[in-house]
């Protein structure tokens, strides 16, 4: 099932068309994705079982740029993961870390699918990530368990602004990946049982029509399932929390020239079986 925020109403996406929720249980079921969330095994019975008609008809690839997508949820917590592709590490000249190097994202930095992108420095990078979205309240849990705790997954951008983060000693990763818009997921949260392995799925970015990041998710260093294990032994995950799982190989930064995004850029990522994102970079 796919489940996205429209005009901030739950709504499952169909292959042809969309279904309110709320309207179409007759509030059975809320219009809050963020309670859907917390309900997505009775929803998704109640959705075969009734066969609702359609809201609207609408094709996926029309839907997928609608402007009216928000953010599948509103997190309390944003973790993200650095270096944690192997080829991203190679071209970045760094080791393949021992341990998940974590970090986080601010939540006030999420937002749709198809937002603007306010370029805030000379230096704004694009990262193409895998975003796992949490679907219960998970501690100190086992790499095999750890899959049942998930949601579903969706397609994210971890924008940077490279002299922000290294400006300072240590790095400031953290503030120089939180500003406006520099969290856009979407375009539909997946639910995790459409998913048989999310370390199996094609991700790109697109800059202007050139692909600039072209990997699968096999390349990560820790899997999924072994990032929430590592998370959980520390903090509680909670439902509807994220996690952007790292980027592969293929930033600006790495490149010779660097590319850096500046106003007019379109930006288009796209993971197998999750949908695609696109973000037109503007002055700030």
């Not at 309240?137 to 705790?149: F, H, I, M, Y």
Request: hydrophobic residues 40%.
């Amino acid at each position: 099932m796919r489940l996205a925020n429209l005009n901030g109403r739950a709504t499952i996406v169909a292959n042809d068309g969309i279904v309110d929720v709320a309207d179409a249980s007759n509030g059975a079921f809320s219009a809050s994705i963020e309670k859907c969330i917390g309900q997505l095994d009775k929803l998704d019975a109640w959705y075969r079982s009734a066969q609702p008609t359609l809201t609207q008809k609408i094709a996926l690839d029309t839907l997928a740029q609608d402007t009216r997508l928000g953010p599948v949820v509103r997190p309390q917590q944003v973790f993200a993961i650095g270096l944690n592709y192997r080829q991203h590490a190679a071209e970045s000249g760094l080791e393949v870390p021992k341990e998940p190097m974590v970090f986080t994202k601010f939540a006030s930095s999420v937002c749709g699918p198809n937002e603007q992108l306010p370029i805030p420095g000379p230096s704004t990078d694009y990262e193409a990530e895998l975003v796992v979205i949490i679907g219960a309240t998970l501690r100190n849990v086992g790499v095999d368990e750890a899959l049942a705790g998930v949601a579903g997954y969706c397609v994210g951008q971890d924008y940077s602004e490279r002299e922000w983060q290294f400006r300072g000693s240590p790095p400031q990763f953290s503030l120089a990946k939180s500003f406006k818009n520099f969290a856009p997921i979407g375009p539909w949260l997946t639910t995790a049982d459409e998913i048989h392995d999310p370390n199996d799925l094609s991700i790109t970015t697109r800059l202007n029509g050139e692909t600039m990041q072209d990997s699968n998710t096999s390349d990560m260093v820790f899997s999924v399932a072994e990032l929430i294990a590592y998370l959980s032994s520390v903090c509680e995950l909670r439902r509807g929390d994220v996690i952007f799982t790292g980027t592969p190989e293929g930033v600006g930064q790495a490149r010779r020239p660097p590319v850096f995004l500046k106003p007019g850029d379109e930006i288009v990522t796209n993971i197998e079986r999750l949908g695609t994102i696109h973000n037109v970079a503007v002055a700030p």
